[in-house]
């Protein structure tokens, strides 16, 4: 409909310069303005005409609309007042990865408790005391409690691990493995290959990320063999590589050019010259012209050539292209041992539409490093890149622990001077409570301390070591300004429990608020549990009891979106998708519906500094939140403890 009324508005926009260049035209100085209104007007009319369809239109209004926004405001609760009606009105949808049924699922509400930290004394600013502070915060004035919506329905991602093993089996950088895959060759002999890996081969949660280049998600899920067979005690772990589009169903046979090789302009193309050199071409013209015998010698030809050629000319895309679905060429050192191979993936994108440089996604993991102390490093792996895509992580200056994992990496904005030969950097939370940062090259993976518990002298009163990394973290929806020197995240840790009253071990969600200023970090919000609204899945897969390990894992932020805003109120209509998994046994999509004012209800609620000092009373203040998050989550494993206590099991 958008092209008619252009049509219009150029035939009314001539005929009126017309007719005001002949009424003037006998005055030099009028003739002149004219010429200028024409070359004025005439840039905007080809624009209206090139963008005549009403996507486009919308498209160039949002981002006018977002010119016209303010790009910092002052400070966090500043954020409240924000009216961005105008311009999410024009936002573009089509692109977005929120799913129209997303938007018309059901929610449930929920009061989702927090707890802050870093409050204004009740004593003012200038007369405030480490005594007044010690006596006013308790977990009644720590506490926060605002209202979250989760979608009622969750969907769970499918993975054929009849075609992991067949690609295991037959693609030879996965050679290293066959020893330990035959180990079972005789137990196995009169299975079928969905017998197999029903029996021997396990999947543990999944990780997932937007890619706006390629308008779909990228899932990295970690894949067990164990020949006892237990799903808790793996012979080797890999990563399986999928592809889904925005509304969750997988897409098979996607080609992502690697980021680092030149790929022709035109990939169709140069994909159909390769079909004719390896012989692969229909044979649909010889019928179309009557030549029906040499049609069906055409057909015979191609038949006898088909699954050589075909596999020749995956070996060739493979060179270029990483392919959805696929398994990660992630190499270590085969032995008959255990727990070997990649464990605990996450994953963040690189770039795109809200960073700098090229979209890529970069996988996180631990392993057994073999070929050096045999200790448990942290790797991270860039599956679209075909140079060294896999990079060990050691710390500068610091010992390696036995046991390294759980780092939850986030991007730091920062000015753009890095080489164009550089990979860039990636900043890790490498602990919560103490707090402690690295920044870690992604070329040679050396991290930095840029952060750490003697920045503040951290005693055990603000330890809790069973908070640990799992999600991501997200900085807030880019459709939001940004507050004048500070940097702000969102991120779901997890907490790790022993006989806390559930089962063995006991594992919940956590959320958590990371504000930076001028290099100081800070744990503004920590939400202690969540459960999304699930009723978790017991360990033996067979109900909802505590029994030997409880797990509700958080894996990764899918994306957080703004889609409304109430223009009286200024409230968010927005959303934010993750991927979690239960029992360490499959992978689900939850939404969260409202987080965003959950987020900035704190500036609202709560008398919060604006900036986290650091000085003599910095590890009381933590320590004050810190405490109360420890008893929360101890409360919650005993309580939910009672509600679904182990008898459950034999009823």
Known sequence: MAAPLVSDSKRVLLFMMRKLSISLQTRKIYKLIV??????????????????????????????????????????????????TKTLRFKDFNRSPVHIETLGQKYTENQLLGYVSNLESQGGKDRATIGDYEREATCDTLQYINKVEYSKETKYLPLDLVRVRKELMTNPKFEFLRKQMHA????????????????????????????????CFFVYSRVIFSKIPRRNHPHFSLVAAQAFDKNWNEIIGLKVPYVDLNIP????????????????????????????ASFDKCVEEQTKIKLKAEKRKDEIISKYFRMYPSVLEIEFKSADKSYL???DPHVIMKGGINGDGIEEPLVFFNMLDHYSDSNRRMFTFSPHRKTEPMIRMTINGRKVKRIEKNW????????????????????????????????????DGIC???????????????????????????????DLPQVKGKQIWVGFPKFHLNGCGCGFKYYRPMISVLVEHNGVYNLELVVPSLDFGINVLSWDLKGHYCFDVNVLNPNSINYWEIVNQNPKTLEFDDYMSLTVSEADSNTEIVVVKGLLNYVLGIYRDKPM?????????????????VGCVAKATRDDCKEYGKTHPESDKDS
Not at 43 to 62: A, G, H, M, T, V
Not at 270 to 286: I, P, Q, V
Request: some cysteine.
């Open 184 to 215: 079972n060759n005789d137990a196995e002999k009169d299975l079928s290959d969905l017998e197999i890996v029903q029996k021997y081969w396990f999947t543990f949660g999944g990780v997932s990320v937007w890619s706006d280049e390629y308008q």
């Open 341 to 343: 191979g990649p464990e």
């Open 408 to 443: 939850a990496p986030f991007f730091v904005k920062q000015s753009n001077t890095e080489s164009a030969f550089s990979r860039g950097t990636v900043h890790l939370i490498y602990s919560f409570f103490p707090l402690e940062i690295l920044k870690c090259s992604l070329n």
């Open 448 to 478: 930095d301390t840029v952060f750490e518990a003697d920045t503040l002298e951290s005693t055990k009163e603000s330890e809790f070591l069973s908070m640990r990394g799992s999600t991501q973290f997200y900085k807030l929806p880019s």
């Open 609 to 625: 500094k604006e900036d986290f000092e650091i000085n003599k009373s910095s590890n009381m203040i933590i320590g004050k939140t």
């Open 35 to 84: 010429t200028l209104l024409i070359c004025l007007f005439i840039p905007l009319i080809i624009i209206q005409s090139r963008y005549s369809d009403n996507d486009s239109i919308r498209s160039i209004k949002y981002k006018y609309n977002s010119l016209q926004n303010i790009k910092t405001v002052a400070q966090k609760k500043d954020l409240l007042n924000i009216d961005l």
């Open 265 to 292: 302009a035109d990939v169709e193309k140069e994909l159909e010259k390769l079909d004719n050199d390896l012989g692969l071409y229909k044979c649909d013209h010889l019928k179309a012209i009557g030549k029906d």
